[in-house]
């Protein structure tokens, strides 16, 4: 128990970010402060509580079993307070500066960038960052304020976070446009007759074909592997090797790269496009303003 009625709230802002981080000088930099003022404050949490919250390591620190108990005691509190605060919050995108980071998985990222500059008429900056492949790190990320919103194909079933299905993408086979054995189109065994680009799905660790179909698929020869969709439809382009693509997304090649789509010769599902933000941002004018930009981005 504290050994004062007079408690600062402040000490708690800086103990959660502390843990959060298990970092002084990541924490100051979020709390626009200086490592030894963080560390002051967690000293004088110390004093406040009687009790030893962190225990330096080699690098950083590391919360100790008061600690614990003390986060899950305090954390859901000031997430409620800060939703109540953050729902007032004013924002005038015409006149703001604000820079935005959204995660994007790498197969939409190359579509959305151009997508958004084109919907952005404003001053604020929308920054498209690489869809890290941990959901753990995905949502530490957008929960902590790191990243504003998370594009995703996974609909992340976490309580702290608001979801949308904003989009479904179809699936299309892409080869070369004069490709010497491939016509108009690709019958079963033709297609696993051929060797494949294979687009990396890491979120699932796995490829986006075996990802998709809804039977479980043959080996398939690989070409080449890619975490980028780009470097996929473009090794298709100049080489005998087949790929699957969003259609929509692969559409947006064809004026640039000789390549021609064709139905998938399997049954396959469609990708499911997710918007995601906390629901302590629910009512936040920037975080609203931001998403309907996303949003449109991916329904065009």
Avoid at 140 to 163: C, E, F, I, K, Q
Avoid at 260 to 271: A, C, D, T
């Amino acid at each position: 128990m504290p050994k004062s009625n007079h408690f600062d709230l402040n000490l708690l802002r800086v103990f959660l970010s502390v843990y959060k981080t298990g970092s002084y000088s990541m924490t100051a930099e979020a709390l626009d402060l200086t490592p030894s003022a963080v560390s002051h404050a967690i000293k004088r949490l110390n004093t406040q509580l009687g009790e030893t919250l962190f225990q330096r390591k080699n690098v950083g620190v590391e919360a100790t079993f008061v600690a614990h108990d003390l986060f899950k005691q305090v954390s859901p509190a000031f997430n409620t307070i800060e939703q109540s605060i953050l729902g007032y919050e004013k924002f005038s995108p015409e006149n703001s500066t604000r820079s935005f980071k959204v995660f994007v998985p790498d197969v939409f990222i190359s579509d959305m960038i151009p997508r958004l500059q084109k919907i952005n008429q404003t001053g604020a900056d929308i920054i498209c960052v690489a869809l890290p492949p941990d959901d753990e790190q995905i949502y530490d990320a957008l929960m902590s304020g790191d990243v504003d919103l998370v594009v995703d194909y996974v609909d992340p079933r976490v309580s702290s976070v608001t979801s949308v299905l904003t989009a479904q993408e179809d699936i299309c086979c892409v080869v070369r446009k004069d490709h010497p054995r491939v016509g108009k189109q690709v019958d079963y065994s033709g297609y696993f007759a051929e060797s494949h680009a294979k687009l990396n799905l890491r979120r699932f660790d796995t490829r986006a074909a075996e990802t998709l179909a809804k039977v479980p698929l043959p080996e398939r020869k690989t070409h080449s592997e890619h975490n980028s969709l780009y470097s996929m439809i473009y090794t298709v382009a100049h080489s005998e090797a087949l790929g699957i693509s969003p259609t929509r997304l692969a559409k947006e090649f064809q004026s640039t790269l000789p390549i021609r789509l064709m139905q998938v010769p399997f049954e396959i599902s469609k990708i499911d496009v997710w918007v995601n933000w906390p629901k302590k941002l629910e009512n936040n004018q920037a975080n609203q303003w931001l998403r309907s930009i996303v949003i449109q981005s991916l329904s065009n």
